[in-house]
C-alpha cells in the first residue's frame, strides 16, 4: 500500500486529508447512515470507510463516510 501511494505522489495524486467535521458532498461520499443522538450531531462524519485521492482541485475519488442523521421524533 505504501508503494502504491509513493506512486500516486510521483505523479501529483494525493489522499483527501480535508478532515472536515460535518459532510461536506464536494470531497465525500455518504455511504451509510447513522441515527444522530442529537440535532447537533446531525451530518457529522462518524467515521471514515475508504480514503479518497484528488490530483490538482480535482476530486478522483471521494472520501466514503458514515454520516450521522437526526430524526426528529
Known sequence: AEEILELLHRHDVELISDQPERFDNRIQMAVRTEEAASAEE??????????????????????EVVVKVWKKS
Open 42 to 63: 446531525d451530518q457529522r462524519v462518524a467515521q471514515v470507510v475508504r480514503q479518497g485521492f484528488r490530483w490538482g482541485g480535482q476530486i478522483l475519488r471521494p472520501q
